[in-house]
């Protein structure tokens, strides 16, 4: 008796062509959802980005005495990688301020200040903390000047992912998926 099994070693060709067959199947089946899970994804780092330094710029307002450091945060796209900024003793539009730290944002993500997107140079989207209360003020950008509430909106180049940001008088700052 012949041992044919002792003679057969790997797969044949058409082994092989079934198993990459069921893979790239797999795989186009899963593109939709990864591209989604990316675009979420960018748009969540953005908001968490605003609200931590939002968080950060109040929590040091509330620490300071009066008359001492004002904190603030700035939206800029004035450079490369987008930034969220948290400055300190800046004027309206934080010109000249002293940034304390900085959280980038994809530059795959257009962040609305109201209805104008932040893509142009020079625009940007800021407000200050004041001291001990840590209510927000001086909201100061092109569209919605000296407000209590501001509202940005955030949003994937290609539109299909938004986010909501809201900034409310009382200084707390609310993250919404549209």
Do not use: C
């Not at 450091?69 to 004027?91: C, E, F, H, K, M």
């Not at 959280?103 to 795959?108: E, F, G, M, V």
């Amino acid at each position: 008796m012949i041992d044919r099994s002792a003679h057969r070693r790997g797969f044949s060709g058409i082994e092989i062509l079934v198993v990459l067959s069921v893979m790239a199947t797999l795989a186009s089946m899963s593109m939709p959802m990864l591209l989604t899970a990316m675009r979420r994804a960018r748009i969540h780092d953005a908001s968490n980005a605003i609200v931590e330094v939002s968080s950060q710029a109040r929590r040091l307002a509330k620490r300071s005495a009066y008359g001492s450091d004002w904190y603030g945060v700035v939206i800029s796209n004035q450079t490369t990688p987008r930034y969220v900024a948290l400055t300190r003793n800046g004027s309206v539009m934080m010109e000249g301020a002293t940034p304390v730290s900085k959280l980038t944002i994809s530059p795959n993500v257009i962040v609305y200040d109201g209805a104008a997107p932040l893509v142009d140079g020079s625009a940007r989207s800021s407000w200050m903390y004041q001291q001990r209360s840590a209510l927000p003020i001086l909201v100061a950008s092109p569209t919605a000047p000296n407000v209590s509430i501001l509202g940005l909106v955030l949003q994937t180049m290609d539109g299909r992912m938004r986010s909501a940001i809201d900034v409310y008088s009382v200084g707390l700052v609310n993250v919404q998926d549209l």
